[in-house]
């Protein structure tokens, strides 16, 4: 059995500082995390469910809860001078002292799929973390949140399902690690996962179909058509959980699609929190992440809270959803 700090210490020198920052950013995430699975698995006995009014989207008091958890812990870290949430309007940026030495911002949804936990589905937090750009000693500024994803440090997830897993990408592969209650450590069950070479699952909300682009439509047609050689028609599989469908995507071979829609006509998923770390992850998995016509992670975000259409999962159905797209322009 080796846990993760173990794990991390072995591979410091692959993160971009070996100093050990890495282990102090992960260690933060992984004590948030510990704090949620906590919490969401006693949910329904404290009063921190229930919805609140927000922007936009209805927010969970566990969201926000969450936010409020992660946010502390990383607080508590030098390493970071500031983070962005999808709980948050704007960055929050540390101004104690040590914090404006860190040399990393952090972005997150805390609680992805929040409304989930009331009926007892899996959801998931999502992190992403890169270099901050602005001097060292400053208050951090937008700038440094505002990075394409191909900036990216390193990202990963917590799936808080039958078993509550840390999976993570430092740049050097995918790891995963499940987290043992009894001991209070995730210790490492799936080394430098990879997507299987062929993928047999696609998750999309159906319910959207007809508001969707032509070229989503007919490639999920193609899903549906049978072709043995192939391996269609497809299983369709979704949970309603990004964090969710993107891990059983992963370890069994599928896509991910959330395409835009009439009401999310960029797309529903947030750019910065959401498609980028699971697009570094992908790539790092041998996948890809995609927002219809091209690689995610190139593009260059204008908005902390921007939304973007998002294909990810086996290279070889988001480059088939891609030519589908191409093939049939709006
Ligand atoms: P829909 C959860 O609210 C979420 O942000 C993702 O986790 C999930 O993939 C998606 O929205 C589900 O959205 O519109 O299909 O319910």
Redesign the pocket.
Known sequence: MKTLDEFIVEKQQEFSQATGDLTALLSAIKLGAKIINRDINKAGLLDILGETGSRG?VQMNLDLHANEKLKAALKARGEVAGIASEEEEKIVIFNNERSQNGKYVILM?PL?????VEVNVT??TIFSIYRRISPVGQPATEEDFLQPGNRQVAAGYVVYGSSTMLVYTTGYGVHAFTYDPSLGVFCLSHEKVRYPEKGTMYSV?Q??YIKFPAGVKKYIKYCQEQDEATLRPYHSR????????FHRNLLKGGI?M?PS?A??PQG??RLLY?CNPMAFLSEQAGGKGSDGTGRILDITPEQLHQRSPFFVGVCSMVDDAERFIAQNPE
């Open positions: 989207e949804a992805d799929g929040a409304e989930n959801v998931g909300n319910g959207n979704y949970i309603g959980s990004l964090v969710a469908d991910f959330y829609t009401s999310f529903k998923l959401e």
